[in-house]
């Protein structure tokens, strides 16, 4: 049996529910689960100077963090992995020329990027999601107000019980402005990944759970094929 740790990037617009696929993906095949933007939300409330900084850029100046940074933040979240078979990567590389830097900084660490995955949601939706989206900050889940759960406002977390709160940047601006960054910078990385041919593309307007077992039986497709081609080869 072949023990070669392998790394999934996933990506989709905001709202698209990839970080609730990332979770569901990295328990299925035993993968660290990345979280970028996650990450340096959480840097950017230290009170040192990395944290500062990354505060500025990303809810003053609203932009797209640099590639130097987000390279230490990975580095900082990816150890230890020695117990997974690998890492999924959300929210990174998040444009084109940073595919490069990625994929050769996870070659090193012996995870090379097998694939990524890409989940397509209508923008209306999107929209209608994330202006009623609310998250756990204990257990990481993710609720819809009004349809996952009554009243976001007051309810607790059905799961572990702890208080409900927003994103700091799920407003109608910052939400406008990842969506443009999105199809703007994200969109071409999924096109790279086309052209390379290791793109898996799913609909992310079904249910969380008919998503992920469409996506999980796309992948072990994928895997199939990258270890039959070695054997042959
Ligand atoms: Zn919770």
Do not use: W
């Amino acid at each position: 049996m072949n023990e070669e740790k392998f790394g999934i990037v996933i990506l989709g617009p905001p709202g698209s529910g990839k970080g609730t696929q990332a979770r569901c993906l990295s328990s299925l095949f035993r993968l660290k689960h990345i979280d970028v933007g996650r990450e340096l939300r959480r840097v950017a409330e230290e009170k040192t100077s990395l944290g500062l900084h990354i505060n500025t850029l990303i809810y003053k100046e609203k932009v797209l963090v640099p590639d130097d940074l987000v390279l230490k933040i990975l580095q900082n979240a990816f150890e230890p992995i020695s117990f997974f078979s690998g890492v999924i990567l959300d929210g990174a590389p998040r444009h084109k020329d940073q595919i490069q830097s990625i994929e050769h900084f996870l070659q090193q660490l012996g995870v090379p990027i097998l694939c990524a995955l890409s989940i397509r949601v209508d923008e209306t939706l999107l929209v209608e999601r994330i202006k009623n989206r609310y998250f756990c900050p204990r257990c990481i889940s993710f609720y819809i107000n009004g349809i996952d759960i009554q009243d976001a406002t007051k309810d607790l977390c059905p799961k572990c019980r702890y208080p409900l709160e927003r994103r700091k940047d799920d407003t109608a601006e910052g939400v406008k402005k990842r969506l443009e960054i999105f199809s703007k910078e994200t969109q071409l990385v999924i096109e790279e990944y086309r052209k390379q041919k290791r793109l898996i593309e799913i609909d992310g307007e079904d249910e969380p759970d008919i998503v992920c077992s469409l996506a999980h039986k796309e992948l072990l497709k994928m895997i199939q094929e990258k270890y039959a081609n070695k054997n042959t080869a």
